[in-house]
Each structure stands twice: as C-alpha cells, then as structure tokens.
C-alpha cells in the first residue's frame, strides 16, 4: 500500500476513535475518585468533582427511588449524568438474566433511535451485573452515550439500574470513564428488617 493510503487511514481512524471506544476502554482508563459517601439509606458512592444528588419522582409503583448525580452546572443539560435506580421487575422478573433480556428488549424496541453497541454479563461492579453500552441520539444530531448496569443483591427481589451518561464528543472517554469509576465504588448497603 503506498505511503499515503497508509497516512490517509492513520488519519481516518483516529478522527473516529469515539466510535471505538467501549467498556474496557473506560474502565480501565486511570480517573480520580473521591471519598465514598452515603447518598442514600441504601447506596453509598463516590461521587464525580462537584456532582450532587438530585432525587426524582417517578409515578410508578415499580420505581422504589430513582437517584441523579450530577453536577449543578449541567442541570440545563441533562446529557451528563449517573442515574442510580431501585425497582421491582416490569416484567415479572425472577432472575437477573431474565431482568436483563427484558431490559435489552425493551431498549431495542424503544421510541427513540438507539444502537446497541454491546452488552452481556460483566464484573467490574461487587455484584453480579448485566451491561448494555448504547449509544443514543437525541436533539436532533447529537449523540449521547448510555452505559446501564443491571444487578441485584443476595435475598433482593428488587433490581437496580446504573446508567452513566455522556454527550459524544472529544472528551467522551475522560467525562465516561469518571462516571463509570464513581459506578465501580457503589456499594449496596442491606435493608435492616
């Protein structure tokens, strides 16, 4: 191949690296942590630089609570964001494999246009967990990246979802792999009875 084809891919290539970026790319990728705190009776974290704990009201009897961390600065834009959310199944769900499909199912028939880009059992989290990594467009042109977690804990009926969102852009995999580092520190902290 003649020397510039060589160059003109090299380039191509890098001018796409969003594209190509994937759970292990931003898990392993180094990012700051800050100290875990309790954000919730049952969930503590570490939080992201400036992000804070916003509650939201879902009128679903199957949404037990649904937290979004955020920083202050990007409420008006709502494409930044770990969303931290406690449910009993919509479908009737038993097992986090079948929770999982259904959630799978439920994103690919969706309203809005969404590529999965991959998904399937992962450990990265302290807890057996499902992923699904999409990428999502919304207002107009513009594309966001999802990563949603999907687990449970021993003796839970309940499921939580983990969702980090980030705008695509040139900082993509910086602003994703903090989001997805502050997920890694979650610990589930049980119901007393």
């Known amino acids: 191949m003649p020397r510039y084809l060589k160059l003109l891919v090299l380039f191509l290539l890098g001018s796409c690296t969003n594209q190509f970026l994937y759970l292990d790319d931003f898990k392993s990728r180094p990012s700051e942590s800050n100290k875990s705190q309790k954000i919730h009776d049952q969930i503590r974290i570490a939080l992201p630089e400036s992000y804070q704990v916003y509650p939201e009201k879902f009128d679903s009897e199957n949404i037990e609570f649904s937290l979004m961390l955020q920083a202050p600065s990007s409420l008006k834009d709502s494409l930044e964001y770990i969303q931290i959310q406690r449910i009993k199944s919509f479908n009737s769900s038993i097992s986090l494999g079948s929770e999982y499909k259904y959630a799978l199912r439920s994103l690919q ?65 910086a602003r994703m792999s903090a989001l997805i580092h502050s997920l890694k520190s979650l610990e589930i902290i049980p119901l007393k009875n």
């Open 109 to 173: 028939s969706g309203y809005f246009p969404v590529e999965i880009l991959e998904s399937g059992p992962t450990d990265i989290l302290k807890y057996e967990a499902y992923f699904i990594h999409s990428q999502v467009l919304k207002k107009g042109s513009e594309k966001s990246r999802v990563i949603t977690f999907i687990l449970n804990t021993e003796n839970d009926t309940c499921f939580y979802y983990l969702s980090a969102v980030a705008r695509e852009n040139d900082s993509l995999e």
